[in-house]
């Protein structure tokens, strides 16, 4: 079970305290699939990342299995089988997909069938990409889809998935949709997907909006999904400020 408990970031600019999160709370109780949905710039990432211990919050605990991880870094917690898949994912020069993947399984012997299975199910024809680098020559696409299949090798018990569905194209996103599904069905990992796509939000136990740096909305798709839409057909703040003005 991971357990967030009053979690709190802000940062200090132009000698001004931004609050980028706001007191979060929330539980995951274990295998279930959780999609973090909301308007770009609401925090999302910032707290993808306060669980994977890529950015320390300023206040706040995060519980994983009843241990406290909070002063963890991101090794300890990959240990203990956190993982997590960048929104924009770095490049690696110098090393191959097949590299990737093995290391990423802690298996250096794994074998190619194997390493090819987790190219397949993010919709890679594994023959082509095994021996490629991932450095810049790979689309964005493909890396995208390389780092979710290294995040699947890992077998991880939190996957936590930054917009899996940037830059993919629609074969490949039907091809990954099966396989959360897929991974949801075996019931062995818990998983936090970040998503705008209605496709995925669908396949959620429980959708969580966060905007503003809150929760601004939570429950099952079909309750969220109709909130969302109705959010999004609102007016621009701002502008609407600007006309009361005149
Ligand atoms: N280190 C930082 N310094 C200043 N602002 C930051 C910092 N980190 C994040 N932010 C701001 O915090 C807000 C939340 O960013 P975050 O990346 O978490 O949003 P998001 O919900 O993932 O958005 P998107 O849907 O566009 O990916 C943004 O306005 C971002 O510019
Ligand atoms: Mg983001």
């Known amino acids: 079970m991971l357990e967030l408990k009053h979690i709190s970031y802000s940062v200090r600019e132009g000698g001004e305290e931004l609050g980028i999160l706001k007191d979060i709370t929330l539980t995951i109780p274990d295998h279930k699939l959780m999609v973090f949905t909301g308007p770009n710039g609401g925090g999302k990432t910032t707290l993808a990342k306060i669980i994977m211990g890529l950015v320390t919050p ?68 594994a023959n082509d990409y095994l021996d490629r680098e991932v450095d810049v020559s790979l689309s964005g696409g493909e890396v995208k889809r390389i780092e979710i299949a290294s995040i699947l090798a890992r077998s991880a018990s939190l996957m936590i998935f930054d917009e899996p569905e940037a830059g993919i194209d629609l074969w490949s996103f039907a091809r990954l949709t099966e396989t959360f599904e897929q991974i949801h069905a075996e019931g062995k990992a818990t998983m936090i997907i970040i998503s705008h796509q209605e496709r995925i939000i669908s396949l959620a136990d429980e959708v969580v909006v966060v905007g503003g740096g809150e929760i601004q909305h939570r429950g099952s798709a079909d309750e969220i999904l109709p909130k969302i839409l109705s959010d999004t057909l609102g007016v621009c703040p701002v502008l609407t400020r600007g006309g009361e003005g005149k």
Not at 74 to 99: H, L, M, N
């Open 58 to 125: 300023t206040s706040g605990q995060i519980i994983w299995n009843g241990e406290d991880v909070t002063a963890l870094g991101i090794t300890e917690r990959a240990k203990r089988g956190i993982s997590y898949g960048f929104q924009q994912p770095p490049r690696f020069k110098g090393i191959k997909v097949r590299d990737l993947l093995t290391i990423a399984a802690g298996d250096e012997k794994m074998s190619k069938d194997r390493c090819c299975q987790y190219l397949t199910k993010v919709g890679l024809c």
